[in-house]
C-alpha cells in the first residue's frame, strides 16, 4: 500500500514493478480524487500509474484527458445469475475437470500461446516492452496454479487426451465468483472448449453456494463475448483502463 485516500487506496503493484523494472501503482480514480492520486504517485516517485474508472463517469474521463492519462482499454464484464437462469448443457466434445498435480506446466504453454501479442493494457502501452506483456499472462497463469495464490479454483479442459485449455476462478464473496483468465491453444480454437470451460465454471460457482458469476475482458474481443452470451451471460458494466507516465 502507497497511501490511502479517503476511501481509495493507491497500491504499489510489484509484480508489474518487478517485470517492467520501473516502479508500478494501480489505482480507481475519480474526478474528486485524482489530483490527490497525481500527488501521491509523485511523493512516492512512481514511474507508472495503472489507472481504473467507470465508462459512465465521463466527468473522471475528461479529468484524466486533461492530466495526461493515455487510455490503454475499455474492460466489459458480463454476469450470470445462478438462481434466475437456466444452467446449460456441457457438450461432451472435451473433457473438463479440475487442475492436477503435473497440469502448470502445460496449463502455461497455452496461457503464453493464447495470449501472444493480445491487445490489452499492456500492449496497447507503447512504451511497454512486448515480450514482457506477453509474459504477463503466463506468469499470471503460473500464479494461479499455485494454491492460496490467486485463484480459489482451476479448471483444465482436455480435447483427445491433451490439455488444450484452462480457466481460473476466485470467490469475491459468498454471493459471487470471478471468472480471471481462460485460455485455450490456438490449435484448439474453435471446437467448443471456451464454452465448455464456461459453463463448468458456472457448475463449480452453484456448487458454492455463489448467487452469480461474473467475467470481464476488453470490449474489442468479441469473439470471446460471443461465446458467453451464448452461454447466457449478459452486459453487465465496464470500466476504462489508463497509462499515465510520470517522467514527461
Given at each position: 500500500m502507497i497511501k490511502t485516500i479517503a476511501s481509495e487506496a493507491i497500491t504499489f503493484s510489484q509484480l508489474d514493478s518487478d517485470r517492467f523494472g520501473i516502479r508500478v501503482a494501480r489505482a480507481r480514480i475519480t474526478s474528486e480524487n485524482l489530483a490527490d492520486v497525481l500527488e501521491a504517485c509523485r511523493d512516492e516517485n512512481v514511474s507508472l500509474l495503472i489507472a481504473r474508472c467507470a465508462t459512465s463517469d465521463l466527468r473522471t474521463v475528461q479529468a484524466a484527458e486533461?492530466?495526461?492519462?493515455?487510455?490503454?482499454?475499455?474492460?466489459?464484464?458480463?454476469?450470470?445469475?445462478?438462481?434466475?437462469?437456466?444452467?446449460?448443457?456441457?457438450?461432451?466434445?472435451?473433457?473438463v475437470r479440475p487442475l492436477l498435480a503435473g497440469d502448470a506446466e502445460q496449463v502455461q504453454r497455452v496461457a503464453a500461446q493464447a495470449f501472444q501479442g493480445y491487445m490489452g493494457h499492456y500492449h496497447a502501452d507503447p512504451r511497454l516492452d512486448r515480450r514482457k506483456c506477453d509474459e504477463a499472462y503466463r506468469s499470471w497463469a503460473e500464479r494461479s496454479c499455485v494454491p492460496g495464490s490467486t485463484a480459489d479454483k482451476v479448471l483444465v479442459a482436455e480435447y483427445s487426451g491433451q490439455v488444450a485449455g484452462f480457466g481460473t476462478l476466485r470467490k469475491n464473496s459468498p454471493a459471487e465468483v470471478e471468472g480471471l483468465l481462460f485460455g485455450v491453444a490456438p490449435e484448439y480454437q474453435g471446437r467448443g472448449i471456451c464454452g465448455a470451460l464456461m459453463i463448468s465454471s458456472l457448475q463449480w460457482s452453484l456448487s458454492q453456494g455463489s448467487e452469480r458469476m461474473i467475467i470481464s475482458t476488453q470490449v474489442t474481443n468479441v469473439s470471446m463475448q460471443k461465446v458467453w452470451c451464448r452461454v447466457g451471460f449478459e452486459p453487465s458494466h465496464s470500466f476504462y483502463t489508463f497509462h499515465r507516465w510520470f517522467d514527461r
Open positions: 486533461e492530466h495526461g492519462f493515455l487510455l490503454t482499454d475499455t474492460l466489459l464484464y458480463y454476469r450470470f445469475d445462478l438462481h434466475k437462469l437456466p444452467m446449460p448443457a456441457l457438450k461432451k466434445e472435451c473433457h
